[in-house]
């Protein structure tokens, strides 16, 4: 049990027989990368990666009300990939059928680099969860929310410091403590559009600019840490 009384969910998949009750979760933004390229993992593997700049100012809010027929439905029509990460984390939980009403409130801007679609995402996997009376592990909320949306960035760890995976759903790299204080400057052109960044192509980088990014990580360790 948490202190909160929700009991905190294995990665079993154990059957949720109770009632479900209305849930709400909640997701921040983020102000783009700290870092961002391809990086070693696990056996020496290379992996895509990025360091994620929380922006604890903004957040989604998602509420949802479930019941009996099958199927979520958003609100606004549009939130489709909040409304998969539901039905995922119904089926994760254990709930094979049945489905809700799943309601989206943020002020952050659409397609502008501030991270929507995945608070919206993570929120969704979160109110959900809390419906079911129960807390899901960071790992498991990301690895939801890149099955949702293809890539995700590191919200569902709050503001902790670590490159993640953002294709995989998992860290690459904890830095420990926390972010120095911060002043962040954004800058958008009023002629600016929305982009859908996963639409665009990968980028790709020779063997020179992953020799860099090695460095770069070890100076955003430092850094982070000192």
């Known amino acids: 049990?948490?202190?909160?009384?929700?009991?905190?969910?294995?990665?079993?998949?154990?059957?949720?027989?109770?009632?479900?009750?209305?849930?709400?979760?909640?997701?921040?933004?983020?102000?783009?990368?700290?870092?961002?390229?391809?990086?070693?993992?696990?056996?020496?593997?290379?992996?895509?990666?990025?360091?994620?700049?929380?922006?604890?100012?903004?957040?989604?809010?998602?509420?949802?009300w479930p019941h009996e027929q099958t199927g979520i439905r958003p609100r606004p029509a549009n939130r489709t990939k909040a409304a998969r990460a539901a039905a995922l984390t119904l089926a994760h939980i254990g709930i094979a059928e049945g489905g809700g009403e799943l309601t989206i409130e943020s002020p952050i801007m659409i397609g502008h680099g501030y991270g929507s679609s995945t608070a919206d995402v993570i929120a969704a996997i979160r109110a959900v969860a809390a419906a079911a009376g129960l807390t899901l592990r960071q790992s498991t909320i990301a690895r939801l929310?890149?099955?949702?949306?293809?890539?995700?960035?590191?919200?569902?760890?709050?503001?902790?410091?670590?490159?993640?995976?953002?294709?995989?759903?998992?860290?690459?790299?904890?830095?420990?403590?926390?972010?120095?204080?911060?002043?962040?400057?954004?800058?958008?052109?009023?002629?600016?559009?929305?982009?859908?960044?996963?639409?665009?192509?990968?980028?790709?980088?020779?063997?020179?600019?992953?020799?860099l990014f090695r460095v770069l990580r070890g100076l955003a360790n430092r850094s982070i840490r000192q």
């Open 1 to 64: 049990m948490t202190r909160s009384g929700h009991r905190t969910s294995s990665d079993n998949n154990e059957a949720i027989r109770l009632p479900l009750a209305v849930g709400v979760g909640r997701a921040h933004a983020h102000h783009g990368e700290f870092l961002q390229g391809v990086f070693e993992g696990e056996n020496g593997r290379l992996c895509r990666g990025l360091v994620t700049l929380p922006l604890t100012s903004q957040e989604s809010l998602a509420t949802f």
């Open 145 to 211: 929310a890149v099955a949702a949306e293809g890539a995700s960035d590191a919200i569902a760890y709050g503001d902790q410091p670590l490159l993640f995976a953002q294709r995989e759903g998992r860290t690459i790299e904890h830095f420990g403590g926390e972010f120095p204080p911060l002043l962040l400057v954004g800058l958008r052109e009023g002629s600016a559009r929305p982009i859908d960044t996963l639409t665009m192509p990968r980028a790709r980088y020779d063997g020179e600019e992953i020799g």
